[in-house]
């Protein structure tokens, strides 16, 4: 039997009646995406290069996953999902927006 590692903030309790909660802590349930507010940002890299970011995604990672999964294959253009903020190449906000209006997010292009 492999011991389980201990919950996230829990170091030590002097509670003798204490049980862990062995659930997974860090996984919340999606937010449908009516109440999902999410910002389509551009960021300029070196090179000349743009990348299209999208923030405020509210859910379980593979949820995230998925959406960043639909959005570059409707773009027809590389990404990848990393710190709970989808990255999709180029400037796309204008697709990006039309495809997460038509799914029901409640989005909108912020910045640049």
């Not at 011991?3 to 009646?17: A, D, F, L, M």
């Not at 927006?97 to 997010?105: D, R």
Request: aromatic share 6%; charged share 30%; hydrophobic share 30%.
């Amino acid at each position: 039997m492999t011991p389980k590692k201990r919950p996230k903030g829990i170091v030590y309790s002097t509670n003798p009646e204490f049980q862990y909660d062995w659930n997974e802590q860090g996984e919340q349930k999606s937010i449908p995406p009516a109440e999902q507010n999410l910002r389509i940002h551009l960021q300029s890299l070196k090179g000349n290069k743009k990348l299209s970011i999208v923030r405020g995604f509210r859910g379980t990672d593979a949820d995230l996953n998925e959406l960043g999964k639909t959005l570059k294959s409707a773009c027809g253009v590389g990404g990848s999902v990393k710190d709970g903020d989808i990255l999709i190449q180029g400037d796309q906000r204008e697709k990006v927006l039309a495809i997460l209006i038509k799914k029901g997010y409640r989005a909108k292009k912020s910045g640049g």
